[in-house]
């Protein structure tokens, strides 16, 4: 079984930071892809920001200069910085990972329980 535990929402002023994380766990055999998504209320969930095993991170056009994501291989972990965060930005934030595990070779989509982020004075 593979588990992903988003941590890292809060309430965060217009222009503040926020680093959300998230660990992937279980019968991992390897990750494609680690990613963050966001859903925002009465809207479809939307991609943040991407990250494969070996190449560069693909992000939205709405965070672009502002978040950065990054991940760590060998602990199968991915954070998103975000900065200079706008109202626009409140969300829950959902960590995506597709990947392989130990019982099967063929690669699934897995999701976090979500992590909410509201920017707001």
């Known amino acids: 079984q593979v588990q992903l535990v988003e941590s890292g929402g809060d309430l965060v002023q217009p222009g503040g930071s926020l680093r959300l994380s998230c660990a992937a766990s279980g019968s991992i055999f390897r990750i494609d892809f680690m990613g963050w998504y966001r859903q925002a209320p009465g809207k479809q969930r939307e991609l943040v920001a991407v990250i494969p095993s070996g190449g560069s991170a693909v992000y939205a056009d709405s965070v672009k200069g502002r978040f950065t994501i990054s991940r760590d291989n060998a602990k199968n972990t991915v954070s998103l910085q975000m900065n200079s965060l706008k109202p626009e930005d409140t969300a829950v934030y959902y960590c995506?990972?597709?990947?392989?595990?130990?019982?099967?070779?063929?690669?699934?989509?897995?999701w976090g329980q979500g992590t909410q982020v509201t920017v707001s004075s």
């Open positions: 995506n990972a597709i990947l392989a595990t130990l019982r099967s070779s063929r690669p699934n989509n897995y």
